[in-house]
Nanobody, 116 residues
Framework: QVQLVESGGGLVQPGGSLRLSCAAS????????MGWYRQPPGKQRDWVGF???????VYVDSVKGRFTISGDIAKNTVYLQMNSLLPEDTAVYYC??????????WGQGTQVTVSS
């Protein structure tokens, strides 16, 4: 079992920046991927990106060049740095981990609102 706690959401103006954090606890030695999904109002939850235990990060096209996932799985924390935010980035952002047996665990979500 892995428990996740996200923080860092809030209200930001278009063009602004925000950094989300995700801290893992529990069976952290089994984690091989940590990443993020987001769910805009009234829409489905979509994948944003992830970072592997080897440090490789991958992103959905819509956030490439604007969002950066960093951190260290071995140190239990990853970050989502979001720059040049757009109104369409407004969503609840969920941290997730995938462990070696294929199970996925989710955080509780944190609201990000991009509005003037």
């Amino acid at each position: 079992q892995v428990q996740l706690v996200e923080s860092g959401g809030g209200l930001v103006q278009p063009g602004g920046s925000l950094r989300l954090s995700c801290a893992a606890s529990g069976s952290i030695e089994t984690i091989n991927v940590m990443g993020w999904y987001r769910q805009p109002p009234g829409k489905q939850r979509d994948w944003v990106g992830f970072i592997t235990s080897g440090g490789k990060s991958v992103y959905v096209d819509s956030v490439k060049g604007r969002f950066t996932i960093s951190g260290d799985i071995a140190k239990n924390t990853v970050y989502l740095q979001m720059n040049s935010l757009l109104p369409e980035d407004t969503a609840v952002y969920y941290c997730y981990v995938r462990v070696v047996d294929g199970n996925v665990y989710w955080g509780q979500g944190t609201q990000v609102t991009v509005s003037s």
